[in-house]
RNA sequence: CGGGAUAUAGUGUAACGGUAGCACGAGUCCUUUGGGAGGAUUUAGUCUCGGUUCAAGUCCGAGUAUCCCGACCA
């Protein structure tokens, strides 16, 4: 991709208003602009983050067993009349009457609508376990959009829901699920503590939210810092003191952290008020045993850029950066130094490698090193009147001091091990 | 939804109640080209409504928006 040709401009001040440092680095390196609060739209570098992430999540869904889906986000109230959520979930859900005066909603999640959904696929004990996510929008009317992409009103998740015959199925599916949601963290370049917590509106069993450490954080936790052992707060307070129920040796601290998913076990909440049956072996109707399980998908990209980042800009994690590579083209673009540059450009997108053309020509040298740095692809390559001379290029690591300096061929070899 | 703060050009900032200025950006021309280049020139602004006043960006009231702290969520 040529930056010439980018639909994105960087901004040289920090917005004035914008105090986390996700919104800050996002607006400034003009990943996403900001349409209201908590609603913000995705150009192309944040598009891009924002596609890798899914991708990773979806991976790992997918092996899980899951297959995906696509719920609508406009809701008949009937749907939510069955659970009484209507009600309920009035205050935070945006909820109108269409013209002929059909009371509609955004949803806020989709716990209904999939029961709903179930029915028509799940007849009988030999239908289950089956496991569906939906990676899609949810409107919350959040009384208080904040932190920039940390809470939104309108927001991506990732949602699954697994159907049982019983608890005993559910449970194995919950490790499995566990596991997957440790997995997506780690690529995706954060360490996440599983942290029990209490079931909250959804069931009386614990739960587990999946926190993240940061000072951007609008949630705490009791974290063990010698066996990784988390506890949600509240559940900390009724239970043990400060030592470690887990090592027993280590000290429970608590943190500042973000909340980038969780699982709950629903149990027959949400099947038994709208019907989602399955016959057993004997014949006799059961109600369907389901589990929860969500991803928020910008505040995770949100949370990412609260980890990696230094003064300079992000350090994106290379499995979510918008590219691998980034190309600068410094100094003035004499012949030479156009085939040079064009050169690696080419060869690198041959051998597969994502790479972002600087080749402003207007650009300064200096304004091309800051973009870099606030971008903050993993990989950054300069070619120049110096490199030209000796038919080579410059090859350094966002994170890192050292530059290289190298022929093409060796560059390409070391970004395609 | 309670509490606090803020609102001036695309962005960031000035202006005693009395001519809305500066920097960046953007446009044109020239010179530049290894860490946000220099000169010339152009461009664009007081959140909304009401009030006080000879006169309001400035004072008062209401509204709206944004950010922050709480209560609630991925």
Redesign the pocket.
Known sequence: MRESQLFFK???????????INAQLLLRANFIE?L???VYSYLPLGYRVREKIIRIIEEEMNALGAAEILMPALHPRSVWDATKRWETMGKIMYQFKDHSGREVGLGPTHEEVMAVIGKTVIDSYADLPRAVYQIQTKY?D??????GVL??RE?T?KDLYSFHTDEASLAEFYEEAKKAYTKVFTRAGLKAYATEASG??FTKEYSH?FMVETNAG??EMMLCRLCGFAQNTEISKLKSGTQCPKCQSGVLDKVTSV????IFKLGTKFSEPVGFTYKNQEGRSMPVVMGSY???I??LLGTIVEVHHDD?GIVWPEAVAPFKAHLLR???ATPELQRLSEETYHALQKSGVEVLFDDRERA????K???A??IGIPWRI?V????LVREKV?LKRRNEQE?KVITLNACIKSLTL
């Open positions: 960087t901004q040289k001040d920090f917005p004035k208003d914008e105090v986390a900001k209201m609060a908590g919350r959040e009384p208080r959009a904040k932190s809470r939104g927001f998740m909250g509106d939210e609008e949630d909340e980038v998913g969780n969500g991803i928020g910008e505040r300079k410094i100094g003035e300064s040298s200096g304004e090193f800051f973009d740095d606030l300069v120049s009147e110096k490199t410059e530059v």
